[in-house]
């Protein structure tokens, strides 16, 4: 059995309504309507895909979300009556997968899921010849081959590869690696990139593995591209 969607929604009647459309599109849905509640169930228990509120009593969203994204890249998808750009900003800068302003038709959210699903589980599933990520056990392998990584070295390859193409800012990857809120310079990332580099070249020259999977971009910061 796949693990349920989790709707952190403090508004009774719009979380009653999320679930019976989610019940309804056949996923198993968790509902809570707290905050700290949700950061308790959360340390116990891992979903499929979060829908999160931003306003919420006692944690609110964005809390609950850089919690989240220090540990996990478990989807999310951001609910909330906000509508200012620079919220939609900070919402997705924070590692949100998708951001929805109420009023929202509940099929669109249905269509959002689907599609947030597609992504990020999809390009987790890769084939027998492509770079296989294992989450639980922190282990890279390429053809069966082994490529010991850091935990960090890990943290950062594992943020890019489910989103393969994706520019993620130095801040953004600092989020992933870093769970105690440290204050480092963004500076730092640089030296962990080049360090993952040169393991993975290491392994992938050697198997005809020409392009540079972890690409820079001038200006904006790094990107995975995929083995074909």
Request: net charge negative.
């Given at each position: 059995?796949?693990?349920?969607?989790?709707?952190?929604?403090?508004?009774?009647?719009?979380?009653?309504?999320?679930?019976?459309?989610?019940?309804?599109?056949?996923?198993?849905?968790?509902?809570?309507?707290?905050?700290?509640?949700?950061?308790?169930?959360?340390?116990?228990?891992?979903?499929?895909?979060?829908?999160?509120?931003?306003?919420?009593?006692?944690?609110?969203?964005?809390?609950?979300?850089?919690?989240?994204?220090?540990?996990?890249?478990?989807?999310?998808?951001?609910?909330?009556?906000?509508?200012?750009?620079?919220?939609?900003?900070?919402?997705?800068?924070?590692?949100?997968?998708?951001?929805?302003?109420?009023?929202?038709?509940?099929?669109?959210?249905?269509?959002?899921?689907?599609?947030?699903?597609?992504?990020?589980?999809?390009?987790?599933?890769?084939?027998?010849?492509?770079?296989?990520?294992?989450?639980?056990?922190?282990?890279?392998?390429?053809?069966?081959?082994?490529?010991?990584?850091?935990?960090?070295?890990?943290?950062?390859?594992?943020?890019?590869?489910?989103?393969?193409?994706?520019?993620?800012?130095?801040?953004?990857l600092l989020t992933h690696i870093y769970s105690d809120n440290r204050v480092v310079n963004d500076r730092t990332v640089d030296s962990h990139i080049k360090k993952l580099r040169n393991k993975l070249s290491e392994k992938l020259e050697n198997m005809d593995v020409e392009s540079e999977i972890i690409q820079s971009v001038y200006g904006a910061g790094y990107r995975y591209q995929q083995i074909k």
């Amino acid at each position: 059995m796949q693990s349920p969607l989790l709707i952190i929604e403090d508004e009774i009647k719009i979380a009653g309504l999320l679930k019976d459309y989610c019940v309804q599109s056949g996923f198993d849905v968790e509902v809570i309507n707290n905050g700290r509640e949700a950061q308790e169930w959360l340390q116990h228990n891992q979903p499929r895909l979060i829908l999160l509120d931003l306003m919420l009593p006692d944690v609110d969203g964005i809390t609950i979300c850089k919690d989240v994204r220090r540990n996990s890249d478990i989807p999310i998808i951001m609910i909330t009556a906000k509508v200012e750009e620079i919220d939609r900003l900070i919402g997705l800068e924070l590692g949100a997968d998708d951001y929805i302003c109420k009023p929202f038709s509940p099929r669109e959210v249905i269509a959002r899921i689907k599609t947030v699903l597609r992504r990020t589980e999809n390009t987790l599933q890769k084939g027998e010849d492509a770079l296989l990520l294992d989450d639980k056990s922190h282990s890279v392998s390429y053809k069966q081959i082994q490529i010991e990584l850091t935990t960090i070295e890990f943290k950062l390859l594992h943020a890019m590869y489910k989103h393969p193409g994706q520019i993620f800012s130095r801040d953004q990857l600092l989020t992933h690696i870093y769970s105690d809120n440290r204050v480092v310079n963004d500076r730092t990332v640089d030296s962990h990139i080049k360090k993952l580099r040169n393991k993975l070249s290491e392994k992938l020259e050697n198997m005809d593995v020409e392009s540079e999977i972890i690409q820079s971009v001038y200006g904006a910061g790094y990107r995975y591209q995929q083995i074909k």
